[in-house]
């Protein structure tokens, strides 16, 4: 198969205190948009490593995950430029450790907020991810599955 269909494989954080969930907002190319903390994973590391680097560069706090949420397939069109894209999102629950105040945010990362899940059920239009209400939902309904339902195989690191 010359043109195998490979998605894009990413990772998400839902991260509770309080009652509220640490978000994300990010300046796109739709304008400034609403996600989790998340990215795409990097060769060499699993999707746990991915997740504890993605919440740190995003929020600039560090991020111990405790359980796998879900996984999630979603498609999306890029508005400027029509590519079609599926993403494949693991999502974790974790909590979240030292704040690094003095770290600089990445690229696009405008800030990170706490909101209630009713102030984010109530800004949809503005999510970037079309997956991140369906994740909420699951972790408030109490979906939790234990992080050695994902092997990562020594190759990953070694590069065998």
Known sequence: MPNRWKPNVTVAALIERDGRFL???????????????????D??????????????EETAYDFTPTALVGIYLNRFRRTRTGDDITYLRFAFAGTVGTHHDWR??????????WL???????????????????????????????????HTDASVWNGA
Do not use: K
């Open 43 to 56: 060769p060499g590391e699993s999707p746990i490593e991915a997740c504890v680097r993605e919440v740190l």
């Open 23 to 41: 978000l994300v907002e990010e300046d796109t190319a739709d304008g400034l948009r609403f996600n989790n903390p998340a990215g795409h994973l």
């Open 116 to 150: 209630t899940p009713d102030e984010i059920r109530a800004c949809a239009e503005r999510h970037r991810s079309p997956v991140l209400l369906q994740c909420l939902h699951d972790y408030l309904g109490g979906q939790r599955h234990p992080l050695e339902l994902i």
């Open 104 to 113: 600089q945010l990445d690229e696009g990362i405008v800030r990170a907020l």
